[in-house]
């Protein structure tokens, strides 16, 4: 099946069902095939639980690290430019 991404956002839990029932579902962007969603078996989604394991062997470069308090500073100042 093959499906646009506008109709893809209205049908996501059909989508879905139908990728882990073993249908190839295709999201299309104006006709053109972008991605495919298709089931997890069991052990990657057991694995795909351990995103802090994940992240502490692919760390951030230094460059884009930053502390809890300047993200939510950065956050408030973005909030404050909206009014």
Known sequence: MKINILESKNQLSQLLRRAQAGEDVIIANRGVPVARLVPISAQEAAAG??????LQQHPL????RRSHAEIEAEISHERAAWD
């Open 49 to 54: 639980g351990d995103v802090l394991a994940w």
């Open 61 to 64: 470069p230094a460059a884009l």
